[in-house]
């Protein structure tokens, strides 16, 4: 985990590209928000939070897809996901597809789960969460190996679904005809957070408003196989990076994808994007 002083993150507010951050709460809970106004035309950003935990305990059984507690699982409204804490799989997010009175089963079958492994049940951020926007704007959302998803903004909702939602650490397209004011808010992540990018192409953002490029380039430079490219969204024509036998070409190291930004991973492997989480002293 990543010690930071509170100060610094309030900091954060006037170097922010698009707007402002601000971050505020209880050390073992601290939250933020963004504040930014969307401009004409396309912006590809992403949602340096997490929503609230909704349920937390020691996983009691795992059978297959099924997870198992010794405690009752509050009901589940919307896309919720799974986070190991702890455990072999800490980190990573597993979707929930129905839950029981005392379990969740899962959309995949977790590799490393075991009882004892301490999870969190928290709701996926989704298109909802971003309010009302002007009609007929849309979000993307690339999808490796298949066809992009997309949600356009019509009479004060969402089609295809309100529910589309955006995993932690993952960028996000938006287009609009008309500039809009977006606030997003949540929790900042103080446990490390896997974005599992699948192979091909993925927007990839981070969960650390301070220090998010400092995660995905280190997560990207030792384990990216031989032919990755790293494109970064600026002003102007974008950079691109590529990994040949070892080495990159530019050098990555000033990459920045702090405060919003985000770069577009492609890859002919999946890779695990770890968002290492923040201590907030």
Known sequence: MKTKN???????TAACL???ISTFGATTDPVGAVNLTVPVGTTILSAPFLTAVEFQANVDSVSSSDVGFAS????LSGPHYLHALTGTDAGRIFTIDSQAASSVTLVDVPAGL?????VAIRRYLTVNDLGSVPNGT???LLNPGASPTVATFFFGSWSPSGDIFIAPGEGFVINTGTAFDLVLYGSVSVNDVIF???AGSSIVGNLDPVDGTD?????LLSSAPNGTTITELVSGSPNVYTLFFGSWTPDPASIDITNLRTIVVNSGSDLDIVNTGIVVP
Do not use: Q
């Open 6 to 12: 509170l100060r610094t993150l309030l900091g954060t």
């Open 18 to 20: 698009l707007g402002g």
């Open 72 to 75: 009752t699982v509050p009901t």
């Open 114 to 118: 075991a009882p004892g492994d301490t």
């Open 138 to 140: 849309t979000v993307t």
């Open 196 to 198: 599992e990018a699948d």
């Open 215 to 219: 995660d995905v380039l280190a997560a």
